[in-house]
């Protein structure tokens, strides 16, 4: 069963790449200024329970989707 997974509402992320620092799997990259998720790569999409990008988000610009 999946996780909740991570999901960036790009109007609020400003390209701090604070997200991509936290993230172990380096499933977060910046693409025109705002991070984008390769879910590939993501942890959380993949089955792990792992919430660094959401907690690192001074902006509250990534939330976890059921």
Do not use: F, H
């Not at 977060?28 to 988000?57: F, L, P, Q, T, W």
């Amino acid at each position: 069963m999946r996780s909740a997974i991570p999901v960036v509402e790009q109007k609020l992320c400003t390209g701090c790449e604070q997200c991509a620092e936290a993230c172990e799997a380096k499933a977060i990259k910046m693409v025109s200024e705002k991070a984008r998720i390769d879910y590939e790569k993501c942890y959380s999409y993949n089955g792990r329970n792992c919430r660094a990008c959401v907690d690192a988000c001074p902006r509250g610009a990534i939330v976890l989707v059921e």
